[in-house]
């Protein structure tokens, strides 16, 4: 973890991208949570290897293809160092989280799940840890069990412990939130889940990038997350998964690379991870998301935690002094995420006005509408922060939100 004092401007020299302008007005990116930007370590790392690496992995017994099978392969290891997986065995490559979490829905859920079994996930999953286990159920009869949230949007703890029981087969829930930024206590929850017996999923989407996560640590079964909300590359994610689970678990898709050998008759399936990864994967993504981790871990995890706390300290306080303006989510601890409504205001034409001042943020259900309907609310509008973001970014954000209530006040 790097010591040195955190150097706002020279991240920001890093990314490329903050320097246009949108809309003629500088951008001020505060949608972090959506899709996190690349830092320049990681398009060159990209382009390093379309440019002079390329070629299939796992195939040929060229040259070419054996540098990007160790590229592939070097990028596992990277990743396994990064969550401190114990094997790179326990580290598969997929499309991203919702994937991740598809994968084990359906493997370990047509293995495990029967009419009457229990799946405990919370009120403030994002859609991609949902409706895969509402189709895991549907499939075999199980069914869904949602802990509540008390009034700040943090997790009724209480409430999540009764509700594990003989019937509970899986507690599957997020991190953090991507639609309030609320971090939950994700080491209590496994544990009362371990405790139990029960094997436990952790949605670390919006995780990944804010804090340092070692799932041996954690205890985890499953974990999950998306590369390009970690400076890295779309089209790629990593599902980590226990060894002695994954070996278990049948394949989820057939291809090649997930065989060992191929009849008209019957096939057999190649070792972790490759098992689970059928097809010709991202390896450019695989690559630049290595070079992501090296990135996040030269600024250090705990400084970008550190820096994200402060401007979310300085959102609140200055978006809380605007009349008519409601924050949604005040759980005592948050992740750089700052959902809000404006009075009179829908949010997404709250964003548009945003927009023109070049501030990006989201508006709308943020893929929780379970959540929403919870709230009370259509929508709202979000801003997020990542390592970039900075308190110009922020004070073009309230000057836009008073430019709002001007022109519909
Ligand atoms: N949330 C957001 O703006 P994918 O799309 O597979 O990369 O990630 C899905 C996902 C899963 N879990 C959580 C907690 C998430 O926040 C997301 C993606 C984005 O909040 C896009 S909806």
Same mark, same amino acid.
């Given at each position: ?25 500088? /951008? *001020?990116?505060?949608?972090?949570? +959506?899709?996190?930007? !690349?830092? #320049?370590?990681? $398009?060159? @790392?990209?382009?390093?290897? %379309? ?15 054996? /540098? *990007?099978?160790?590229?592939?392969? +070097?990028?596992?290891? !990277?990743? #396994?160092?990064? $969550?401190? @997986?114990?094997?790179?065995? %326990? ?319």
């Amino acid at each position: 973890m790097s010591a040195a004092p955190y150097d706002i401007a020279r991240v920001r020299g890093d990314f490329p991208i903050l320097s246009r302008q949108v809309n003629g007005r500088p /951008l *001020a990116y505060l949608d972090s949570a +959506a899709s996190t930007q !690349r830092p #320049r370590a990681v $398009l060159a @790392a990209v382009e390093h290897y %379309e440019t002079h690496v390329h070629a299939n992995v796992h195939r040929g017994v060229h040259t070419l293809s054996q /540098l *990007a099978t160790d590229a592939f392969e +070097a990028a596992r290891e !990277r990743v #396994r160092r990064y $969550l401190n @997986a114990a094997s790179t065995h %326990e580290i598969i490559f997929v499309r991203g989280a919702t994937e991740a979490i598809n994968l084990v829905a359906q493997s370990w859920g047509r293995m495990s799940l029967k009419t009457g079994d229990e799946i405990v996930i919370s009120s403030l999953e994002h859609h991609a840890n949902i409706v895969p286990w509402q189709m895991a159920c549907e499939a075999t009869g199980a069914k869904l069990v949602v802990a509540p949230i008390n009034e700040r949007g943090e997790l009724q703890f209480e409430a999540y412990v009764a509700l594990l029981g003989p019937r509970t087969r899986l507690v599957a829930m997020t991190h953090v939130s991507n639609a309030l930024g609320t971090v939950l206590p994700v080491a209590q929850i496994i544990a009362a889940a371990r405790e139990r017996g029960i094997p436990t999923l952790i949605d670390g989407a919006q995780a990944v990038a804010h804090e340092a996560v070692d799932v041996q640590a954690l205890g985890c079964d499953f974990y999950a997350f998306s590369s390009h909300k970690l400076y890295g590359p779309t089209g790629l994610g990593v599902l980590y998964g226990r060894e002695a689970l994954l070996e278990k678990m049948p394949p989820w898709q057939g291809g090649g690379d997930m065989i060992r050998t191929v009849s008209f008759e019957k096939s057999t399936w190649n070792d972790l991870p490759y098992k689970f990864e059928a097809g010709t994967p991202h390896i450019s993504g695989a690559v630049g998301l290595a070079a992501a981790m090296d990135y996040v871990e030269s600024l250090g995890l705990a400084q970008i935690a550190a820096h994200e706390r402060s401007l979310l300290a300085q959102a609140t306080e200055s978006l809380s002094a605007i009349p008519g303006i409601r924050l949604h989510g005040t759980a005592a601890h948050k992740a750089g995420v700052l959902s809000f409504t404006l009075a009179g205001v829908h949010p997404h034409d709250l964003g548009t006005i945003l927009d023109h001042e070049g501030v990006a943020i989201r508006a709308g259900h943020h893929c929780a509408m379970p959540l929403m309907e919870l709230l009370g609310l259509p929508a709202t509008a979000r801003a997020s922060f990542g390592c970039y973001s900075n308190a110009q970014d922020v004070i073009q954000l309230t000057e836009a939100v008073h430019k709002a209530r001007e022109v519909f006040g």
